[in-house]
């Protein structure tokens, strides 16, 4: 009987294989289910840690305890889909006090190169809907993650807001994705200011942080999703000290540049 299990089991992962093999279909579906499945498994043995330790929703879960749990986890699932991460440019993290982070968005792969380089004591600004992605929103709300609605302006200045007061009272990092939304084009959007009003008003330097484009290796519409290499580059803080409101969108406007400009070199494309 158990002989009859283990030949059905390699005759359904040979099938598998085969089929990956021949159909890029497949394969991308299989690899992103897979994917799936380790945020899954990873957030689900997380959770208890951050409810036993430090008894709910709290800062101290992501850089403290579940922090150090969820980057060992997800830097280890590199490894199953051949991804390689080259980074320079950590030591421009090492300034005192609070921060904004910003770094261009291109798709779930993201979460992987988050915690490549996640600083300690930074915490993430997410969109409202990730909350209800079972045990990973459960995972992520208790580690502190600030949620923004997208959709609702006034809202989104609110929890702006937030993040001003949750930098000045946990003197933490804040890591923002400016474009707001996923982006795998290989260029950036447009920037959102929110990020940068709140530097100016908080006189906390900006941190950018950029990412080699995606394309060559993931690809949702050519359902492309193999092995390959991400340059990361942490740039030099951007400083607002002496700044005012009438001096954000020149501050947007630099840090897009130097951004674009910083993707198009990792990537080995022409500016």
């Keep these: 009987m158990e002989l009859g299990w283990l030949l059905w089991g390699a005759a359904v992962l040979l099938l598998l294989h085969v089929l990956m093999e021949l159909s890029p279909a497949v394969n991308f579906v299989l690899r992103v289910g897979f994917y799936y499945l380790l945020c899954v498994v990873g957030s689900a043995l997380t959770v208890p840690v951050c409810l036993l330790?430090?008894?709910?929703?709290?800062?101290?879960?992501?850089?403290?305890?579940?922090?150090?749990?969820?980057?060992?986890?997800?830097?280890?699932?590199?490894?199953?889909f051949g991804l390689r991460f080259e980074v320079k440019g950590l030591e421009n993290f090492e300034v005192e006090g609070p921060a904004i982070i910003v770094s261009n968005h291109q798709s779930m792969l993201d979460m992987m190169g988050l915690m490549e380089v996640l600083p300690d004591d930074c915490v993430q600004v997410g969109k409202k809907e990730l909350m209800y992605a079972g045990t990973v929103g459960l995972v992520i709300y208790l580690g502190g993650v600030i949620f923004i609605n997208r959709k609702s302006t006034t809202s989104a200045k609110m929890v702006m807001a937030e993040v001003a007061k949750?930098?000045?009272?946990?003197?933490?990092?804040?890591?923002?994705?400016p474009e707001g939304t996923r982006n795998c084009t290989g260029d950036l959007l447009p920037f959102k200011k929110g990020a940068f009003h709140v530097a100016v008003q908080a006189q906390v330097p900006v941190i950018p942080v950029v990412y080699s484009s995606f394309t060559t290796f993931y690809n949702p519409k050519k359902?492309?999703?193999?092995?390959?290499?991400?340059?990361?580059?942490?740039?030099?803080?951007?400083?607002?000290?002496?700044?005012?409101?009438?001096?954000?969108?020149?501050?947007?406007?630099?840090?897009f540049r130097i951004m674009r400009e910083t993707l198009f070199r990792l990537s080995g494309r022409p500016s």
Aim: aromatic share 8%; net charge positive.
């Design 53 to 80: 330790v430090n008894g709910g929703r709290t800062v101290k879960n992501m850089r403290r305890v579940a922090g150090g749990i969820i980057k060992t986890v997800v830097k280890t699932f590199k490894y199953f």
């Design 166 to 177: 949750t930098m000045a009272t946990d003197n933490v990092k804040v890591w923002v994705y």
């Design 223 to 255: 359902n492309l999703f193999t092995s390959g290499k991400i340059k990361v580059e942490v740039l030099p803080p951007i400083e607002t000290k002496g700044l005012t409101s009438d001096d954000v969108s020149d501050l947007t406007d630099r840090c």
